[in-house]
């Protein structure tokens, strides 16, 4: 290699190679089945794959895009649809949509943050990221979060950059990104307000991009459903404050919260001392949106450790915490050892996490914190699914959770919105489903069969007025037809002769 051509070659080449090597080998193997499928991803699966067939439903009801049961996005939701489409209708299809996700967060953190942090502490925040236990489980999944945690990256990463109007209209769009696939951007759109506070004549280009987003997709909801989406705006927010009152009552629930969150493990303990130490001039958008974000987070969920995928939003910004450490680090050893390679050793981090989770990836086990709720068994889920399939038409209708809805060929209904058909609530529900909202008969009498799958047995039955269906297929006497270890079916007697 010609030696002019070398510092070219290893500074502007070889670290994307190195983070698409990483992101191929812990995100690609086995991407379809690990981990196992969980209901709100598999909602967001089949809610995306109908809705490039023009159909905005959740599953038996319509889909405003903004009730409690289904807040994720349009613009999302469509992306997510259409890699699904090219997919067959798969969820390898939205899943790789996911870990592109990933991969841009990756590139992203070295591409933008080499300017603000060096080329070495940029790769390292980079591979920090890509190699983390949490983002690799998260970002093989199809969540709502993964969209709005890049979004909220390039907020960050191009509030970094030379204040210059063309840097405001990117971060723009990344706060644009974000709204466009979760309502938790609120969050870092009021920490950039913070941010840009002494510069309003950055504001139109830093929230044009998502007002102009708000306005026409309410709009086009509010054309379609009416006084539903303001029903279900209202509901939100009730949610919003009634979850964050429960999960973090007074001051103590909060700082217990926050305690918990931040020392959950050492990648977020180290990553929260790398946000103190960006409070300054240069780096405070970090702090500032990284702290806020979090601390709003974790106010409103009490769970956020054991149920990851809602801290996905902020977690690239947190990475930059580390990129902040590594750059003291680094200077560290300069002072005090001079000009030394001796840096580099810090990251045996991040080679040490990736041959952690390697194993893991080729082997196709990789298990999220929430195992307990996560479909068990792929395989039996697909078997189950097609001897459905083979007993049912077009327009008959199966009362079915989601991880195994998105695999029929027929009208299905979960439990719980089919509780709601008989005027009754139930978690999520809490206002009920007037019959409009239904996009079919959803009554149990109407379904030729009820699944009853893992996540039912240990999540569902146990939710308010649940009870009252089992109670009614045990008095109509409807026979198991179908047994795995985690799923069985039972037929409607009166449908199946």
Same mark, same amino acid.
């Given at each position: 290699?010609d030696?002019?051509?070398?510092?070219?070659?290893?500074s502007?080449?070889?670290?994307?190679?190195?983070?698409?090597?990483?992101?191929?080998?812990?995100?690609?193997?086995?991407?379809?089945?690990?981990?196992?499928?969980?209901?709100?991803?598999t909602?967001?699966?089949?809610t995306?794959?109908?809705?490039?067939?023009?159909?905005?439903?959740?599953l038996?009801?319509?889909?405003?895009?903004?009730?409690?049961h289904y807040?994720?996005?349009?613009?999302?939701?469509?992306?997510?649809?259409?890699?699904?489409?090219?997919?067959?209708?798969d969820i390898l299809?939205?899943?790789?949509?996911?870990?592109?996700?990933?991969?841009a967060?990756?590139?992203a953190?070295?591409?933008?943050?080499?300017?603000?942090?060096?080329?070495?502490?940029?790769?390292?925040?980079?591979?920090?990221?890509?190699?983390?236990?949490?983002t690799?489980?998260?970002?093989?999944?199809?969540?709502?979060?993964?969209g709005?945690?890049?979004?909220?990256?390039?907020?960050?990463?191009?509030?970094?950059?030379?204040?210059?109007?063309?840097?405001?209209?990117?971060?723009?769009?990344?706060?644009?990104?974000?709204?466009?696939?979760h309502?938790?951007?609120?969050?870092?759109?009021?920490?950039?307000?913070v941010?840009?506070?002494?510069?309003?004549?950055?504001?139109?280009?830093l929230?044009?991009?998502?007002?102009?987003?708000?306005?026409?997709?309410l709009?086009?909801?509010h054309?379609?459903?009416?006084?539903?989406?303001?029903?279900?705006?209202?509901?939100?927010r009730w949610?919003f404050?009634?979850?964050?009152a429960q999960?973090a009552?007074?001051?103590?629930?909060?700082?217990?919260?926050?305690l918990?969150?931040?020392?959950q493990?050492?990648f977020?303990?180290?990553?929260?001392?790398?946000l103190?130490?960006?409070?300054?001039k240069?780096?405070f958008?970090?702090?500032?949106?990284?702290?806020?974000?979090m601390?709003?987070?974790?106010?409103?969920?009490?769970?956020?450790?054991?149920?990851?995928?809602?801290?996905?939003?902020?977690?690239?910004?947190?990475?930059?915490?580390?990129?902040? &450490?590594?750059?003291? @680090? %680094? /200077?560290?050893?300069?002072?005090? $050892?001079? #000009?030394?390679?001796?840096? =580099?050793?810090?990251?045996?981090?991040?080679?040490?996490?990736l041959?952690?989770?390697?194993?893991q990836?080729?082997?196709?086990?990789?298990?999220?914190?929430n195992?307990?709720?996560?479909?068990?068994?792929?395989?039996e889920?697909?078997?189950?699914?097609q001897?459905?399939?083979?007993?049912?038409?077009?327009?008959?209708l199966?009362?079915?959770?989601s991880?195994?809805?998105?695999?029929?060929?027929c009208?299905?209904?979960p439990f719980?919105?089919?509780?709601?058909w008989y005027?009754l609530?139930?978690?999520?529900?809490?206002?009920?489903?007037?019959?409009?909202?239904?996009r079919?008969?959803?009554?149990?009498e109407s379904?030729?069969?009820?699944?009853?799958g893992?996540i039912?047995q240990?999540?569902?039955?146990?939710?308010?007025?649940?009870g009252? &269906?089992?109670?009614? @297929? %045990? /008095?109509?006497?409807?026979?198991? $037809?179908? #047994?795995?270890?985690?799923? =069985?079916?039972?037929?409607n007697?009166?449908?199946?002769?």
């Amino acid at each position: 290699m010609d030696p002019k051509f070398r510092p070219f070659f290893f500074s502007r080449f070889v670290p994307y190679l190195l983070l698409f090597v990483c992101w191929a080998t812990l995100y690609l193997p086995h991407l379809r089945t690990s981990p196992g499928w969980y209901g709100d991803e598999t909602l967001t699966h089949h809610t995306a794959t109908q809705l490039t067939h023009g159909v905005p439903s959740n599953l038996a009801l319509w889909n405003t895009f903004w009730h409690p049961h289904y807040p994720y996005q349009p613009i999302y939701t469509s992306v997510c649809g259409l890699f699904s489409r090219i997919f067959g209708g798969d969820i390898l299809g939205s899943r790789l949509l996911n870990t592109l996700l990933a991969l841009a967060c990756g590139v992203a953190t070295f591409h933008l943050g080499k300017t603000v942090f060096g080329s070495r502490g940029a790769v390292f925040a980079a591979l920090m990221l890509l190699t983390y236990s949490q983002t690799i489980v998260h970002f093989r999944m199809s969540y709502a979060h993964n969209g709005a945690a890049l979004g909220n990256l390039l907020l960050v990463l191009y509030l970094l950059q030379p204040p210059t109007r063309w840097n405001d209209w990117k971060a723009g769009l990344g706060l644009g990104l974000s709204a466009g696939s979760h309502p938790l951007f609120i969050h870092p759109a009021l920490a950039a307000l913070v941010v840009r506070a002494r510069n309003p004549r950055s504001w139109p280009a830093l929230f044009l991009p998502t007002i102009l987003y708000l306005l026409i997709s309410l709009a086009w909801i509010h054309l379609i459903f009416k006084n539903w989406l303001w029903e279900d705006l209202n509901h939100l927010r009730w949610t919003f404050l009634s979850r964050g009152a429960q999960d973090a009552p007074g001051l103590a629930g909060s700082a217990r919260n926050i305690l918990n969150f931040v020392t959950q493990d050492s990648f977020h303990f180290f990553a929260v001392i790398g946000l103190l130490l960006c409070c300054n001039k240069r780096l405070f958008p970090i702090s500032v949106i990284g702290f806020w974000t979090m601390f709003m987070l974790v106010k409103n969920r009490g769970n956020l450790v054991l149920f990851y995928y809602q801290a996905v939003v902020v977690l690239p910004v947190l990475v930059l915490g580390w990129a902040k &450490l590594y750059s003291v @680090l %680094q /200077a560290g050893v300069q002072k005090y $050892v001079g #000009k030394t390679p001796l840096d =580099l050793l810090f990251f045996l981090i991040p080679l040490a996490m990736l041959f952690g989770e390697v194993p893991q990836s080729f082997r196709g086990s990789i298990t999220p914190r929430n195992q307990y709720w996560v479909t068990q068994d792929t395989r039996e889920v697909e078997r189950c699914a097609q001897w459905l399939n083979e007993r049912t038409q077009k327009e008959d209708l199966i009362i079915a959770n989601s991880s195994i809805a998105w695999l029929l060929k027929c009208r299905s209904a979960p439990f719980m919105q089919v509780v709601t058909w008989y005027g009754l609530t139930t978690q999520g529900y809490e206002n009920g489903n007037a019959r409009e909202r239904f996009r079919y008969d959803s009554a149990l009498e109407s379904a030729k069969f009820a699944v009853v799958g893992d996540i039912d047995q240990r999540w569902t039955f146990g939710e308010p007025n649940v009870g009252t &269906l089992v109670t009614k @297929l %045990q /008095a109509q006497s409807w026979p198991v $037809v179908w #047994k795995g270890n985690y799923y =069985l079916v039972l037929a409607n007697p009166s449908l199946n002769p």
